[in-house]
């Protein structure tokens, strides 16, 4: 019995000095201490050490319980005092478009309509006569002189070679590239925007594009594509990204995601939205057989690359003058985007009765719901087809969403409240273009611009994003997809002018970094997987330059990613660690 009870008491000992790892389960793939860990679980509580098995998060807490999981093949990383955050998870991005956007040659960093047309003049030097020169993504109302270039301006330097500025929902031409497409006098497509003397003033609307003759181009091949895709995700693991929302694309686009995950090359981890496959003028019937034959629906997928929202596309653009406003656009606008008419509120591209059919084929298939929408009339149009649809079928817990939005009022969103709809926005937005919009539409209406703290205190789900589309660099791309400058916009409520509007609708750092993790994992019905550093989520995590929780508001933009995990491997690394 005496020897039974000695054999015990050795046993419990040797489990104690060995760090209680009595089942090889608890022996971690590695291990990261002596840091702060802002977890951004339920209490947003703060740990020193992460323990990581298997891709996954083991356990968090204090360095002496953590180093309990290592072991002899365990790898530790002193973190050195260092803040680690989950892995930023970007709401709304455009990778592959981005990704293939500076292939050719890199596209200046533009700001003042010199510098503009400087460009201009410069590529017509190495252009050949009647060679296009075209801006894949530009906004001009983001110009220092908050102007568009005149249409003399544009053929002053470019006389004999075709000019297009691409807006996407709006954009400017020179007059050579009227008369490279054809397209002469009387100019009586309502997308060709004139003065009061019936002359063009350069802008176009995106029904107008299609009458451009483009040069035809090249496609790129498979694997020059996935070659350009894999640079562009490894650059959003540069500032910590680890999970993207891709913002519109089809079947393909899964295709060219899914090739990256065969390959071992893909790392973040993806929530693609599927452009509607039918037109929103179809029956319902017929929208049902369309997703129907799609053969997929959201959430489908894997733990790498899913399914994500149904998406459509309301309205034009906020800075090309084409946003559907509740409110015509006003007299500022004329200067701008060449509008005239007194009663323009902007384009919409579909009715109330047409979305309804679209979000009720969605909800009965399994789809999440989601649509483009840059101003406040689209948004009330979006709003009244949700409220229609929930009559008839519940949606609180679809979790649909509007992407952008822009101006919520205080009645939309009480609306969005009670129909548990999300708001996927994009600070850069404010960041750039609200020093513009209050010259054109005036304080009153931005007042409801971009209000983050009345939707956080009405317990909206605000998804932090980007809309990044052009240009590689994180900062200076179109648009800024750097998700710390992000944090730092709806922190200071500054803007990129250094102005500040309606600062009580600020939010603070804790909001902010939710934004950017937890609540787009809420968004693709992974906050069960992903968005904090909890045990069994996965082990996608950044390690910062900077204490985010500490470091002074006006550093937080600056802030550097040391190191970033995507499933418990480094795929980003500077070497200070």
């Known amino acids: 019995m005496c020897t039974h009870i000695i054999r015990f008491l050795a046993i419990i000992y040797l489990l104690i000095i060995t760090g209680c790892k009595s089942t090889n389960k608890d022996v971690a793939d590695t291990i990261l201490v002596n840091g702060k860990i802002i977890t951004v679980d339920q209490v947003f509580s703060i740990q020193e050490a992460l323990a990581v098995k298997n891709g996954r998060i083991l356990a968090a807490g204090s360095n002496d319980m953590i180093n309990t999981y290592s072991g002899s093949s365990t790898a530790k990383i002193d973190l050195h005092g260092h803040t680690v955050i989950p892995g930023i998870i970007e709401g709304h991005v455009h990778p592959v478009q981005a990704s293939q956007s500076e292939l050719n040659q890199e596209i200046p960093d ?290 649909f969403s509007i992407i952008h939005g822009n101006f919520f009022t205080p009645g939309s969103i009480q609306i969005m409240k009670e129909l548990g709809v999300y708001a996927d926005m994009q600070p850069a937005w404010y960041y750039k273009d609200t020093d513009l919009l209050n010259r054109v539409l005036g304080q009153e209406r931005i007042r409801t611009f971009h209000p983050y703290r009345s939707l956080f205190e009405e317990g909206i789900i605000v998804n932090g994003g980007s809309d990044h589309m052009v240009k590689l660099d994180s900062y200076t ?9 992000g944090m730092w916009t709806v922190i200071t409520r500054e803007t990129e002018r250094g102005t500040q509007f309606f600062p009580e609708q600020a939010i603070n750092r804790e909001q902010a970094l939710r934004m950017y993790t937890i609540n787009n994992a809420l968004a693709s019905f992974e906050e069960d997987r992903k968005g904090s550093l909890e045990p069994g989520k996965y082990a996608d995590l950044a390690v910062l330059s900077l204490d985010y929780l500490t470091c002074p508001a006006g550093s937080i933009k600056d802030i550097q990613v040391v190191m970033t995990m995507v499933d418990g491997k480094i795929v980003y690394q500077t070497g200070i660690l």
């Open 110 to 399: 533009i700001h003042s309509i010199p510098q503009l047309l400087s460009w201009i003049y410069q590529e017509v030097q190495n252009r050949k006569e009647g060679e296009w020169i075209i801006h894949p993504k530009f906004f001009s109302t983001r110009m220092q002189e908050m102007r568009s270039p005149t249409i003399e301006e544009l053929n002053s330097v470019a006389p004999h070679n075709p000019v297009f500025l691409n807006g996407t929902y709006g954009g400017i031409v020179n007059s050579y590239a009227f008369y490279y497409s054809g397209i002469t006098s009387p100019f009586e497509h309502p997308g060709i925007l004139k003065d009061k003397n019936g002359k063009p003033t350069g802008f176009i609307r995106n029904s107008a594009f299609r009458l451009l003759k483009f040069d035809s181009k090249k496609s790129l091949s498979d694997s020059a594509t996935i070659a350009a895709l894999k640079v562009m995700l490894h650059q959003y693991n540069q500032v910590g990204i680890t999970s993207i929302c891709s913002g519109l694309g089809t079947s393909e686009t899964m295709k060219l995601f899914r090739m990256l995950q065969d390959n071992g090359d893909l790392t973040t981890r993806v929530f693609q939205n599927i452009q509607i496959p039918f037109s929103p003028h179809a029956s319902l019937d017929e929208m049902r057989e369309s997703l129907q034959a799609l053969g997929y629906k959201t959430g489908d997928g894997d733990e790498w690359v899913k399914v994500g929202a149904l998406k459509t596309l309301i309205d034009g653009g906020i800075l090309t003058g084409t946003a559907f406003l509740r409110e015509p656009w006003g007299i500022n606008s004329k200067d701008i985007y060449s509008i005239t008419d007194p009663s323009y509120r902007g384009i919409l591209n579909m009715s109330k009765d047409e979305l309804v059919r679209m979000v009720t084929a969605a909800a009965e298939s399994g789809w999440k719901f989601t649509a483009h929408v840059t101003g406040g009339g689209g948004v009330d149009t979006l709003l009244a087809a949700y409220q229609t649809v929930n009559r008839s079928i519940p949606i609180h817990e679809k979790r």
């Open 477 to 485: 791309s179109i648009n800024p997809y750097n998700p710390f400058l």
